[in-house]
Nanobody, 120 residues
């Protein structure tokens, strides 16, 4: 299974983008899916996650109220709707799937990333 993220681009502050991440070569498992981002010169950070079965969502404080994560189980796709974007949201965004690794849950399958640039 491979994850492919797309939908990034250049947008002005206050604008919106919708990221998508689809599974190819197989299907998503039943564990959580997440979005992470890495800005230039910074560590990768958690953005949002969703439980695959119930659709419960979790967000980083920095994006709460602005970003919405959702999923389409039938299409094996997850989304990240990003509104009211800020220059600080500029980063490469990655989708990931949680898996059991040596008995613990980890985000172990990653997409290739899609770049989001927010101009001021």
């Amino acid at each position: 299974v491979q994850l492919q993220a797309f939908g990034g681009g250049l947008v002005q502050a206050g604008g919106s983008l919708r990221l998508s991440c689809a599974a190819s070569g197989g299907t998503f498992n039943n564990y959580a899916k997440g979005w992470f981002r890495q800005a230039p010169g910074k560590e990768r950070e958690f953005v949002a996650a969703i439980s695959w079965s119930g659709g419960t969502t979790y967000y980083a404080e920095s994006v709460k109220g602005r970003f919405t994560m959702s999923r389409d189980v039938a299409k094996n796709t997850i989304f990240l709707q990003m509104n009211n974007l800020k220059p600080d949201d500029t980063a490469v965004y990655y989708c990931a799937e949680e898996r059991v690794v040596k008995g613990s849950m980890q985000y172990d399958l990653w997409g290739q990333g899609t770049k989001v640039t927010v101009s001021s």
